[in-house]
Nanobody
């Protein structure tokens, strides 16, 4: 599975960005797609997940500010990020799960104060 993410960039605190990710080359049904992030010197952490049933899960740190959406059947997921904070600065990775986990290359999000 190849994952292509886009939409990262530099934004001021309080601003918004929208990340997009599409998966291709899947041999098996993708059951969930989501976003993780990794800040310098920190471990990769969950941001949000969307299941094929439409269920969502968010990190407590982004609840109320970020919204995950998409169509898992079409292997596409988005992350709308509002009210961005400097602590949201990280490389954001798209993830897709069939019987194993697949990762994209990541897109940089930088929030200036």
């Amino acid at each position: 599975v190849q994952l292509q993410a886009s939409g990262g960039g530099l934004v001021q605190a309080g601003g918004s960005l929208r990340l997009s990710c599409s998966a291709s080359g899947a041999e098996f049904t993708i059951n969930a797609m989501g976003w993780y992030r990794q800040a310098p010197g920190k471990e990769r952490e969950l941001v949000a997940i969307l299941s094929s049933e439409g269920n969502t899960k968010y990190s407590d740190s982004v609840k109320g500010r970020f919204t995950i959406s998409g169509d898992i059947a079409k292997n596409t997921v988005y992350l709308q990020m509002n009210s961005l904070k400097p602590e949201d600065t990280a490389v954001y990775y798209c993830n897709a799960v069939d019987f194993r986990s697949h990762w994209g290359q990541g897109t940089q999000v930088t929030v200036s104060s």
